[in-house]
């Protein structure tokens, strides 16, 4: 699902946590499509050197490290500052869903890691973030949550949890932070990832029918709201978490 280069981003740094793949890559790819330069983060450097290879080594710089180790969290700023002179956008995507079951059998030491790596992450880089270029020179946040952060997901409900904690977190930034930094965030609902397989791998047109758009998401769907977001189009948008669900929310799913 191509997209339209443009160049609203040009002379923006972004960093964007969790794009090796999936919807982060979406992400970064398409802030990239729009004039950005872009850091991205993940755990593993060979998935990250071939994000670099396939979006251009003028345009992206890769720090690989676990997204919730605050060292990881300054080291991929700073250099991110060092390379290409700010940092104007940031995007948490990483997150982690480890467990599938019932709360009440919830192990709650995965609860504890979902926690961290969903939640306290997230607020983590931002406040690094902030203390290293966005307090000083403004700029614009966006976390991704879920659709499961909205209402009850059975099976996924710590993860919904851990999302709508999220999305809280978005919204008391957006208090604090504004009017120089604006904070936002997405609620996607099932997208074509690995990461999300496991909900739609071998049934796909089964789950895809009760979306009124009668497909499943894909990265770039995501790509261009958050973009979006990022912009000055949305300069009088903040605190706010947009659902991206090709409509099934409204006929009850999620």
């Not at 969790?18 to 330069?37: N, Q, W, Y």
């Not at 998935?47 to 396939?54: F, I, T």
Request: aromatic share 4%.
């Amino acid at each position: 699902m191509p997209h339209a280069a443009s160049d609203r981003f040009r002379d923006k740094v972004a960093l964007v946590t969790g794009a090796s793949r999936g919807i982060g890559l979406g992400i970064a790819e398409r802030l990239v499509a729009d004039g950005a330069k872009v850091c991205v983060t993940a755990r593993k450097q060979d998935a990250l050197d071939d994000v670099v290879r396939q979006l251009g080594k003028d345009n992206v710089i890769a720090v690989a490290g676990k997204a919730h180790d605050a060292d990881h969290q300054a080291e991929a700023i700073s250099r991110t500052i060092e390379t290409f002179g700010s940092l104007d956008m940031l995007v948490n995507n990483a997150g982690i869903n480890p467990v599938y079951g019932p709360l009440i059998e919830l192990d709650l030491d995965a609860a504890r890691k979902i926690v961290e790596v969903n939640c306290l992450a997230a607020l983590s880089w931002a406040q690094q973030a902030h203390k290293a270029w966005l307090g000083e020179h403004g700029g614009a946040i966006v976390n991704v949550s879920s659709v499961a952060g909205k209402k009850p997901a059975p099976g996924i409900g710590f993860y919904g949890a851990s999302k709508a904690m999220l999305t809280h977190i978005t919204e008391e930034l957006a208090v604090e932070l504004g009017p120089g930094i604006r904070v936002n965030g997405v609620a996607p609902a099932v997208v074509k990832t690995q990461f999300a397989s496991a909900l739609y791998e071998g049934r796909e047109s089964e789950v895809a029918a009760s979306y009124p758009l009668k497909r499943l998401g894909v990265p770039e769907d995501v790509g261009s709201v958050v973009a979006f977001l990022l912009s000055d189009d949305a300069a009088w948008l903040t605190g706010q978490t947009i659902v991206i669900d090709g409509g099934v929310t409204l006929t009850g799913g999620v």
